[in-house]
């Protein structure tokens, strides 16, 4: 049995003929396998000739590839309207969704919940089976099948509508912590630098930030063998981001700006020089705002800011829920990736645009998909001064010096 916590997570995706996307499951299980993470079970692929004509479904494999032809319509068939499931190959599929249970995925993809999963039969125990043992499972349901759905699923699960993001809310920001750690490279690690306001690390092509914890945050420990931490891999530091001390998870931040905030990697995308916080000025709506940042009141004179030790018209922590939820943009500081809150205020954002602004911002694309609208951080070019300012105690404001902001947008 899977170590793996028992928490249920399943989600219906619900379509009708004429908003179904047929590309949509594979699409996502292909990115969410190309950013790390282990997917198993199966999606369907209708083959047409090129004149349009339907020539029949196979199940594919998501791990392997291997396809299962179920249906092949005949000229009797299609001219008597009779069904041309082929019952044996479909027995066969589950074989792909008892492999990927035994192999303990991530996520578990059903691309089928039909009249034979309905009635109990199909691929019904094998999706129960992944649900019970803790592994969240996507199931595509037509939207006829939907009070099926809701007794097979107990009324537990999501209901999701047919669309990309929606996929990705379900799929959370609390797993963009192990994204942004696959995506890096191996490499030596240069030099760590813990200082007073910033974490530094410094790979072999870049040098990467983290806001340091502040003195006697719930959590923090002393960090073990910690002069042994520039003898590990540029990899192995990132992966510290998911730990919950948060000195840890500096560093793990730290440690994926490194890889991700190079000239190479910035010459790839198309930026911008703007500062962050001028991204939303122009907005119709009240604009909420994560993080004493400063002159706020210059460019953003009626934000909502949230402290969590606020100043007088600041607001306390816990307000975050209704004035993000209720926001039209929030500006969100890159100090909640190290504190873990920023999960919990996107799952507030679901309907607000959101900007994530400060040094220690990775300036990767993927955060696009969570939700994050803007990311705007910082570009080191100066190594040497940018660690000498760290380990002298300095601000954002001098790091600045040392680099150039850059902005970069989803609609971009």
Request: net charge negative.
């Amino acid at each position: 049995m899977s170590t793996r916590t028992r928490h249920i997570k399943v989600g219906g995706v619900l379509y009708t003929r004429e908003t179904g996307n047929r590309s949509l499951l594979s699409d996502f299980a292909r990115t969410i396998k190309e950013r790390g993470w282990k997917v198993g079970g199966v999606v369907q692929e209708v083959l047409e000739a090129a004149d349009g004509t339907r020539e029949g479904v196979d199940i594919v494999d998501i791990h392997s590839g291997d396809r299962i032809p179920i249906s092949r319509p005949t000229n009797e068939s299609m001219s008597s309207g009779t069904c041309t499931l082929d019952r044996g190959a479909l027995a066969d599929s589950t074989a792909p969704l008892r492999d990927a249970i035994k192999r303990n995925v991530d996520l578990m993809i059903v691309e089928k919940f039909g009249e034979r999963e309905q009635d109990g039969s199909g691929l019904a125990d094998e999706i129960l089976q992944a649900v019970v043992q803790g592994i969240p499972t996507l199931v595509s349901v037509p939207s006829e099948a939907l009070e099926g759905w809701n007794a097979f699923s107990g009324g537990m699960s999501d209901l999701l509508p047919s669309t990309p993001e929606a996929l990705w809310r379900w799929w959370g920001p609390q797993n963009l912590y192990r994204e942004l750690a696959h995506s890096v490279e191996d490499g030596p690690v240069e030099r760590i630098v813990i200082g007073l306001n910033w974490t530094l690390v410094q790979g072999p092509n870049g040098v990467g930030l983290a806001q340091s914890p502040r003195k006697g945050t719930p959590g923090c420990n002393s960090l073990p063998d910690s002069a042994s931490l520039p003898d590990k891999g540029l990899k192995e530091l990132a992966q510290l981001a998911t730990s919950w001390n948060p000195f840890e998870t500096a560093i793990g931040i730290a440690a994926i700006n490194a890889f991700t905030n190079t000239e190479s990697k910035i010459a790839e995308l198309k930026t911008t020089g703007e500062n962050g916080l001028d991204v939303f000025k122009d907005v119709d709506g009240p604009v909420s705002i994560v993080g004493r940042f400063p002159y706020l009141d210059d460019r953003l004179p009626e934000a909502k800011i949230i402290e969590r030790q606020p100043k007088a018209g600041e607001f306390p922590e816990p307000a975050f829920g209704e004035l993000i939820g209720n926001a039209e943009a929030a500006i969100i500081t890159a100090a909640t990736l190290v504190d873990h809150s920023l999960a919990n205020i996107m799952a507030a954002a679901r309907n607000t645009r959101v900007a994530l602004v400060g040094p220690g911002v990775p300036l990767n694309p993927w955060l696009h998909d969570h939700g994050i609208e803007v990311l705007s951080g910082l570009l080191i070019e100066d190594a040497d001064g940018a660690a000498r300012a760290v380990a002298e105690g300095a601000g954002a404001k001098r790091l600045k010096t040392f680099g150039r902001e850059i902005t970069l947008r989803a609609t971009d």
